[in-house]
């Protein structure tokens, strides 16, 4: 079961919900005034930061080429 629960699946799911998450709080942060740059753009990287993981992580559950 500990395996089940340190699965790259179950990270890929994770990363998934944190990525959706961000996109939520940075568009309701693009609506407030004042904007805070900084924080937008803080977000906005960790949200790219998120999403090269995923991809990385999608490479290896499910590669494209034959090994």
């Known amino acids: ?26 568009d309701r942060a693009s609506e407030q005034l004042p904007l805070d740059e900084l924080m937008l753009r803080r977000l906005k990287k960790r949200r790219l930061a998120l999403r090269d993981e995923i991809a990385r992580l999608e490479l290896v559950l499910d590669p494209k080429e034959p090994a």
């Open 1 to 26: 079961m500990d395996t089940n629960l340190h699965s790259p699946e179950r990270r890929l799911i994770e990363l998934r919900m944190e990525h959706a998450d961000l996109d939520a709080l940075i």
